[in-house]
């Protein structure tokens, strides 16, 4: 699993919209995509080398899941 000591910029989906604070952020790192719960930040984040997190985004656009 890829590791990471540089600050994460976060970002939401555009899809989350102004009205819930439902979401999931993702900041890049190298080699892997960061991902953590909005409401609770500091509780940390998971990270995905880059093949998975391409590989899960595909599938999510080809509504695989």
Aim: hydrophobic share 30%; aromatic share 8%; charged share 30%.
């Amino acid at each position: 699993m890829p590791e990471t000591s540089h600050p994460l910029k976060y970002r939401k989906s555009s899809y989350s919209g102004g009205q819930t604070q439902d979401c999931v952020e993702v900041a890049d790192a190298p080699s892997a995509a960061a991902v953590r719960d909005s409401k609770n930040p500091d509780r940390g984040h998971l990270l995905f080398p880059c093949a998975e997190w391409a590989a899960f985004l595909d599938d999510v656009k080809r509504d695989r899941l």
